[in-house]
């Protein structure tokens, strides 16, 4: 069983920025890829996120240039940066972790960009 703890969700204004983290734990295999995922009221989830155990780094391109995502070495925590937030960019934000077997999923935290 796999929990998550996100953290940095809130309220704010258009040009602002937020960092969200994510850490994980319980018991699973080596990490493949952690990453976010976000779901805007209406539509369906998209990724925006990703960092592999490499190194290597992956993001949507409406994200580029404003987010950035990072992890903390080997342990299963990662962040995202995010600035110059535009109201698009409203969405429940998922943290995720993928190993050689599974796909866990963190419950989410509120990002709301709003004047």
């Known amino acids: 069983h796999v929990q998550f703890v996100e953290s940095g969700g809130g309220l704010v204004q258009p040009g602002g920025s937020l960092t969200l983290s994510c850490t994980a734990s319980?018991?699973?295999?080596?990490?493949?890829?952690m990453g976010w995922y976000r779901q805007p009221p209406g539509k369906q989830r998209e990724l925006v996120a990703e960092?592999?155990?490499?190194?290597?780094?992956d993001y949507a391109d409406s994200v580029k240039g404003r987010f950035t995502i990072s992890r903390d070495g080997a342990k299963p925590t990662v962040y995202l940066q995010m600035n110059d937030l535009r109201s698009e960019d409203t969405a429940v934000y998922y943290c995720?972790?993928?190993?050689?077997?599974?796909?866990?999923w963190g419950r989410g935290t509120q990002v709301t960009v709003s004047s």
């Open positions: 960092a592999n155990s490499g190194g290597s780094t």
């Open positions: 319980g018991s699973f295999a080596s990490i493949n890829d």
């Open positions: 995720y972790l993928l190993t050689p077997l599974e796909h866990y």
